[in-house]
């Protein structure tokens, strides 16, 4: 049975910039935050990827990209991301910074994805990531699945199979660092992805043409995503990086790595 | 809802009506000047030849991960930015503001190290004796030909990024980052398109306008087959290298501050030091061709001039945000290739159009982009093709009509002189500057070439000193251009883990390089006998990324370090390098 995919991911500060909070007039946000440089979010990456491959092994699937960004950047970014494999997008113009509410977040997604013309709920299947790189609140998959009457969820995926009856079989991250395999008999489903196993496809510059001529008109339209929010934050900082150099020479390779040990155990 | 294929995309031209290489100044200036033409064509848009029924179909490519990771700080007068955006809203883009004071400093040798001529050793004296405090001393006047008091400083990065973003929402040209372009597609001595790297997909276009830099595959590819204008030649580059520096809380500069500097680490560098609003400041330098030294370290170079006292008293508690460095084309209007042929044009840096008396490039890169635009939609209104004969009347002669043809004359020979030596060299800059061109001192018959490591140290360092100094290196297998410094008086770097960081550290905390694991590498060794045979390796000390290293006889290249500055290809005397196109490179919006 074909699947309609639907990835929900959107655009995050390139982590490799630099990054510095401050507070704007609209509540807490990146120095610049406009102008730094975005990517597709790395955990819907591997959504975006394992829903590739599966569409790939699975003929007459199809894969749609639900994002919510400034379109600008949504734009940007969907040039490279585009190059990757082929999907249509389905875009909304709004923030993209992480501080927003994941309640709201999850009721525009969801409303998006319903005013999808076609969409058949009993092929679908809902990935995303499990997290986002903006903010790891963890919520925003099942709110969606939810307000969409999905009840099969499945949450920090590591692995999907699809067996010769078609049912899913998903191997999930549970506590304590061990994993569940749980037997899901057909779509509709929800998958929020923790790493997946694939890497990020090579571009293909024909795929990404092709991509874009739906993708320009579609995001020329894209709607204003209507997000309310009525959190406040206390502060706001970067995880703190410590970066100590030190320049050795002739030290033998014990010596280094206990060095290393004493120094993480301070 | 289309299916989607099971395999891999079939690779099959692609039809264009006008394809770029390379998202740079130049390229933007193109884009921003075409896209608004095309849209002012309000109710008889022009058509596509390639797609009849749609608006003209562009594309971009360029090779970097995001069009906002370009290298250079910019001080710029910005005439032809200024001419686009007339009220170019400074606000909006991060990093940029206005020159608010500007100073041509002679910075003298605070450790002892640095190879100046006795006249500059003298000078240096003079002005101790006249008290001149920090080592550093202000010239009273900035020559005209300098200055930049009326224009502004940006990020080039930043900058690229806005016109990019605008470009983009027009809706009127794609621009494909993480797209390296292989080669251009000649097709019985025209220009048919291009090749992209990766996949091989060929790009057919009526035009295909090059903008990719000084090391561009494609540009480097059509000079090799059309050959170069009669007299002349690509000789003069340099190695930019800079930091964007967070500054400490006590530094008072005012954002909009701008410090030229000559005289150190070594006579033949000059530096800058730009202050952009936020407390951060651009500061680097240029390590010109003509240095002789065949150990050419610009990062420790970098590192010992930001430890020059007139600039520590502003930096001295700062953070390194970013790095970045690039080589840059500084043959100017001497190194201009042919501008355009049947289907494609060039433009920016290498087409030759960087002042090297001025000290200017991005606004020169970006006339010749607008100019390029200009003459495009006078061809398409006209319902003409992109021949050769076309370009060069609208093209071409346009921007012999322009400042840039005019200014880029009286620099042709402003750096005569430092073929014949540092002190003739600022002598004749300054003579051709002032005097428009009229006069200037004539460029010796043979260019000045990298001197062998034991001539040029001679005197400082001795042959046998040198002889060990290549053992423990080739044993260690790092360069020799620290070890060098050291035997030459440099006195080591106290790293500080914020500010002065080892080299590698410099490439994790502000350059960031990325290159994807699965491509070849970009830079290839072409003969080995030549390398193993080679003297001094060059390319090994000037590689701005360590990413070149002591092999077993030829060096060893490391893709995941390589800035791709292309300082590697312009250094080979034995021209034995080939720099293939290639994603990946430096990572940083900042710069």
């Known amino acids: 049975m074909p699947y309609q995919i639907i990835v929900c991911g959107g655009l995050a500060p390139d982590p490799l910039q630099t990054l510095e909070p401050v507070t704007t007039p609209a509540g807490p946000g990146l120095k610049n935050e406009l102008m730094l440089p975005a990517v597709f979010d790395p955990w819907a990456g591997h959504a975006l990827y394992e829903a590739a491959n599966l569409a790939k092994n699975v003929p007459g699937s199809v894969i749609k990209v639900v994002s919510i960004a400034p379109k600008a950047k949504l734009q940007q970014v969907m040039m490279t991301v585009a190059q990757k494999l082929p999907f249509e997008l389905v875009p909304l113009d709004g923030p993209g910074g992480g501080f927003t509410d994941s309640a709201s977040v999850a009721t525009a997604l969801a409303d998006a994805i319903a005013a999808i013309p076609g969409l058949d709920k009993s092929q679908m299947l809902l990935f995303g990531g499990w997290e986002s790189a903006t903010r790891g609140a963890g919520v925003v998959m099942q709110m969606v699945g939810e307000k969409l009457g999905i009840t099969e969820q499945f949450l920090a995926v590591d692995e999907l199979k699809v067996d010769e009856s078609g049912a899913l079989i998903i191997k999930e991250r549970v506590e304590g660092g061990r994993h569940q395999v749980s037997k899901c008999a057909a779509p509709p489903a929800v998958l929020a992805w923790a790493t997946g196993n694939l890497p990020e496809p090579s571009n293909h510059p024909q795929t990404g043409m092709a991509n874009m001529r739906a993708m320009m008109p579609a995001l020329q339209k894209a709607k204003a995503a209507a997000l309310t929010s009525t959190l406040s934050y206390a502060s706001v900082a970067l995880p703190a990086v410590t970066r100590q150099t030190k320049i050795v020479k002739d030290v033998p390779a014990a010596q280094i790595a206990q060095e290393l040990a004493d120094w993480i155990k301070q | ?195 992209l790297a990766g996949d091989g997909t060929e790009v057919r276009a009526e035009l295909t306008v090059v903008g990719d830099g000084p090391v561009g595959p494609v540009g480097r590819r059509l000079d090799e087959v059309m050959g170069m204008p009669a007299g002349h030649a690509r000789d003069e580059w340099a190695v930019g290298m800079k930091m964007v520096v967070e ?187 002032l005097t428009k061109g009229r006069v200037y001192v004539p460029r010796p018959v043979e260019d000045k070439k990298a001197a062998r490591l034991e001539d040029f140290y001679v005197g400082r360092v001795s042959h046998s000193q040198i002889e060990k100094i290549r053992e423990r290196c080739a044993r260690d297998g790092k360069p020799l251009h620290d070890a060098l410094m050291d035997a030459a008086g440099w006195p080591p770097i106290q790293f500080d883990g914020q500010l002065l960081v080892s080299h590698q550290d410099a490439l994790l905390m502000g350059g960031k390089v990325q290159a994807p694991s699965d491509t070849p590498d970009h830079v290839v060794f072409l003969e080995p006998d030549v390398c193993i045979a080679c003297h001094d390796k060059i390319c090994i000390e000037i590689c701005s990324g360590e990413a070149i ?9 490391d893709h995941e370090k390589c800035v791709h500055c292309g300082a590697c290809l312009w250094n080979c005397p034995l021209e034995n390098i080939e720099f293939c196109a290639a994603p990946g490179g430096l990572h940083s919006a900042e710069n």
Not at chain 2, 144 to 170: A, E, P
Not at chain 2, 549 to 557: D, I, T
């Open chain 2, 1 to 195: 809802m289309n299916p989607l294929p099971s395999d891999e995309p079939e690779v099959k031209p692609l039809d264009a009506d006008i394809v770029c290489v390379g998202y740079g100044p130049a390229t933007a200036g193109f884009l921003t000047t075409l896209t608004r033409g095309l849209q002012e064509e309000s109710g008889q848009a022009l058509e596509s030849r390639a797609m009849p029924g749609l608006p003209p179909q562009v594309l971009c490519y360029e090779r970097a991960d995001d069009i906002a990771f370009g290298v250079s700080g910019v001080v710029t007068r910005g005439r032809a930015i200024r001419a686009t955006f007339p009220e170019l809203p400074l606000e909006e883009i991060p990093m940029a503001t206005r020159v608010s004071d500007e100073k041509l400093v002679y910075l003298l040798d605070p450790v002892g190290a640095s190879r100046r001529p006795a006249l500059m050793q003298l000078a240096d004296k003079v002005l101790q004796a006249f008290g001149v405090k920090q080592s550093g001393w202000e010239l009273p006047y900035c020559p005209d030909f300098l200055h930049k008091r009326d224009g502004f400083i940006l990020s080039l990065g930043q900058f690229n990024q806005w016109t990019g973003q605008q470009v983009m929402m027009s809706g009127l040209a794609q621009i494909w980052p993480s797209t390296p372009v292989s080669e251009a597609l000649i097709e019985n001595d025209k220009v048919a398109g291009v090749v």
């Open chain 2, 247 to 433: 500054l400490p809380e006590s530094c008072t500069l005012p954002e909009g501050t701008v410090f030229h500097t000559i005289g150190y680490p070594e006579p033949e560098i000059f530096g800058f030091f730009y202050v952009h609003p936020g407390r951060v400041a651009s500061v680097g330098i240029f390590v010109p061709s003509w240095l002789e030294t065949p150990a050419r370290t610009a990062y420790r170079y970098l590192q010992h001039f930001v430890q020059h006292p007139y600039l520590w008293q502003h930096l001295e508690g700062g953070r390194m945000r970013s790095w970045g460095a690039k080589s840059l084309l500084e043959s100017g209007r001497r190194g201009e290739p042919h501008l355009c042929g049947d289907g494609y044009a060039r433009i920016g840096e290498g087409s030759g159009s960087t002042n090297v008396l001025t000290g200017s490039g991005v606004d020169e890169a970006w006339l010749t982009g607008t100019q390029l635009a200009e003459a495009v939609l006078e061809i398409y209104r006209a319902g003409l093709p992109f021949s050769q004969e076309n370009l060069k009347t609208r093209y071409e002669a346009r921007r012999r009509r322009s400042w840039l043809e005019e200014e880029s004359i009286i620099a042709e020979r402003a750096r005569n002189g430092f073929q014949r030596g540092v002190l003739t060299g600022f002598i004749g800059m300054g003579l051709a500057g």
């Open chain 2, 549 to 557: 290293h002591p092999g077993s006889g030829v060096p060893a290249f």
